[in-house]
């Protein structure tokens, strides 16, 4: 697949030919839809929880003596029967949402996330992304001459670049991830994509000879 490249005044600099095995592979819905909700649940955190009888303070001593009270027998004041006594059945942080998904699974739903993303036209390379200052009003400039539409962005690094980073971090919609950490729920929660052509050349490196080491 041939794609234009752009430079930052958003003007086409020439044409890139993308790798077939990452742009061009065959999408299966169903298995991007199984590892995004893997990775939705991994990164679920668990926020609910309730006290049992175990964790409610108090309830050291029995409230009254077993016979002869004409009440009913009681042994602790934390028991859940008793008004601020422990939770029977609530939710607590000990339950676990973790999925386990194969590496091969998470690359191939990458690979078929970045191949909608460039046969929609919602991905856009550049000759090169670098500011000389982490000024927002110059990262803001650079995505207003790309003439997005209204959008959410990722923008993928090719490594780790403080300036554009603190340059992007007070512009609404847009992020910043590092082209080795990129992944089918990032990639879905963006409506475009940015990347620098060096950026792909580490996708490369990064995910295809891993796997073909693992062979």
């Known amino acids: 697949m ?21 742009f061009g592979v065959e999408v299966n819905s169903d298995l991007i839809h199984q590892v995004v909700t893997s990775q939705m649940a991994n ?4 926020i609910a929880h309730t ?3 175990g964790e409610v303070s108090g309830g050291g001593r029995k409230p009254w003596r077993q016979k002869g009270t004409g009440r009913a027998r ?29 590496r091969k699974m998470k690359r191939k739903a990458l690979f078929m996330v970045l191949t909608t993303k460039a046969q929609n036209k919602l991905l ?7 500011t000389a200052k982490p000024k927002t009003k110059e990262m803001a400039k ?12 990722l923008l993928a690094l090719p490594r780790l670049n403080k300036n554009i980073i603190l340059a992007t971090r007070n512009l609404p919609q847009v992020e910043t991830i590092e082209a080795r ?7 879905l929660s963006f409506k475009y994509l940015i990347m620098p052509q060096e950026t792909i050349k580490v996708i490369k490196e990064t995910f295809i000879r891993q796997e073909t ?3």
């Open 2 to 22: 041939k794609y234009s490249i752009y430079n930052q005044e958003g003007k086409k600099t020439g044409e890139i030919l993308l790798a077939k095995e990452i």
């Open 43 to 46: 990164r679920r955190k668990v």
């Open 51 to 53: 006290k049992d009888r």
């Open 74 to 102: 009681h042994g602790s004041i934390r028991s859940p029967l008793w008004r601020g006594g422990g939770i029977t059945f609530g939710p607590t942080k000990e339950r676990v949402f973790k999925k386990k998904i194969p």
């Open 124 to 130: 856009l390379i550049l000759d090169k992304l670098e």
């Open 142 to 153: 650079i995505i207003k001459n790309l003439k997005f539409k209204q959008g959410s962005v």
């Open 181 to 187: 950490n990129l992944n089918a729920l990032d990639l």
């Open 213 to 215: 080491r693992n062979k």
